[in-house]
């Protein structure tokens, strides 16, 4: 099974709906409805290759999984903070620590190696990387 049909896996078993939307100006989002479930809406025309598409779709689960969402009309709402929390469960499925760990090891130290080892885009290999060493900071 590869990532991205782990992702659509995980929306299964959660039981989030992901719906083909036209979203030119975002490419993906995600909303819990008042309900309380959550949805995640993304334009395949905004998608160039399968590496983003498993991106976005981690980074909206992220989202839903841990509720991060904000709201525009609340003054006191930070949406970096929602932002955030939503790529940091992103970056954990998408380049666990371990195995980034390991892939240094290895010899892909270069963030292009990174890319190709795991199979994503490379900005999101740098924040990753930029995240992890955050955290040994702590």
Known sequence: MTILEDLYSIAEDEEIEIYAFDLPFVGSLSTMETNGTC?????PFAIDSHEEETVRLAHELGHC????FYNV????????????????WAIKKLVPKDELRCAVEAGFIETWELSEYFDLPEPFIRKAVTFYKEQARV
């Open 39 to 43: 949805c995640i809406g993304i334009d």
């Open 65 to 68: 999984i841990t509720g991060s």
């Open 73 to 88: 009309y609340a003054v006191c709402d930070l949406r970096a903070k929602h932002e955030r929390r939503a790529d940091k």
